[in-house]
C-alpha cells in the first residue's frame, strides 16, 4: 500500500482475502498510524471507534500511550473489548459506551484526538448538526496546540468509478453521508479547531459484485438493530445500483483522506 500513489488503480479484493478484508484494509491503518503527530506518553481519544481496530494499530505502534476509545453501540464496544483482550492491551486500551455528541470527558482533558472512518456513522445517527457538536466537544476535550485527526472519505476526493459508487450507495442506504472537505473545515473552525493539512491515503482495492451483496445485505440487516435507523430492502437497492456495481466494483474505503486539525491556543470552549 502505498500513499503516494498518483494514478489509482485498483484491483478486486479476492474471495480468500474478503472475509477479514476490513479489519486489514491493505495496512492503511498502519500507514496513517505511523503519520500521526503523537507526542510522548500521549493520552488519546479514539472517537466512533467501532471495534477498536484503528486504537489497537496505534497501540502497538506507540507502547508509550494511553488510548480512550468510545462508541454509542453497546455491541460495538463488548467486540472492541474483545479484541483490545486479544492483543493484550487492556492495560492502555480502554473502551467505553458514550455519544460522541455529548462526552463526559474533562476540559482539556486529552493530548490528542483521533477518529478512522467513524463520522459516517455519527452522521447516520446524529445527522450534520451532530457533526458539528461533536466538533465543539472535541474543542473542549483537547488541550491547547494539540491536534484532531479525522479520516474521512469526502465526495469530492472520490476519484475511481467505484470510489464515487461507495459513496452514494451507503449514503442512500442509511443516511451515512460523507461531507465535503469545505464542510469539515467550517465546522472545524467554529470548534476552535484550524485545518492544516489533509493527505490521501488508498488500498487498491475494491469489492466484486458478489461480496458488494453481501456488505449492502449486512448493512440492510444490521444497521436498523444497531442503530435504530430504517433501511430499503436490499432488492430496491440492487435494482438501482446493482448494474454499476457489477460493472465498477464496490469501493471498500478504497481512498480515504486523513484530515489533520490544531486546537488553536487562544480557545476558549465554555464547559457544559
Known sequence: MDKRVTRVIETYVSDGEYPTFFSILNGVRQAIAKDLPIEENARILDLATGYAYFAIELARLRPDVEIVGIDISEGDVEIARENIAKCGLTKRVHVVRMDATHMDFPDESFDSVVNFLGF??????????????????????????????????????????????????????CGA???????????????????????????????????????????????????????????????????????????????????RAKKDPSTCIASR
Open 120 to 173: 459516517e456513522d455519527i452522521y447516520m445517527t446524529r445527522g450534520k448538526s451532530g457533526v458539528g457538536k461533536t466538533f465543539l466537544e472535541v474543542g473542549r476535550i483537547l488541550k491547547p496546540n494539540r491536534d484532531f485527526c479525522l479520516v474521512a472519505m469526502p465526495p469530492e476526493e472520490m476519484e475511481t468509478a467505484a470510489q464515487k459508487l461507495e459513496v452514494r450507495v451507503f449514503s442512500y442506504i
Open 177 to 259: 453521508v460523507w461531507l465535503s472537505f469545505r464542510d469539515y473545515s467550517d465546522m472545524l473552525r467554529k470548534a476552535g479547531l484550524r485545518p492544516v493539512s489533509k493527505e490521501n491515503y488508498y488500498t487498491g482495492k475494491k469489492l466484486t459484485a458478489g461480496q458488494a451483496r453481501q456488505e449492502i445485505i449486512f448493512a440492510c440487516q444490521n444497521v436498523p438493530t444497531i442503530y435504530g435507523i430504517k433501511t430499503p430492502p436490499f432488492e430496491r437497492i440492487w435494482e438501482l445500483f446493482g448494474k454499476e456495481i457489477e460493472q465498477e466494483g464496490l469501493g471498500h474505503y478504497s481512498k480515504v483522506t486523513l484530515i
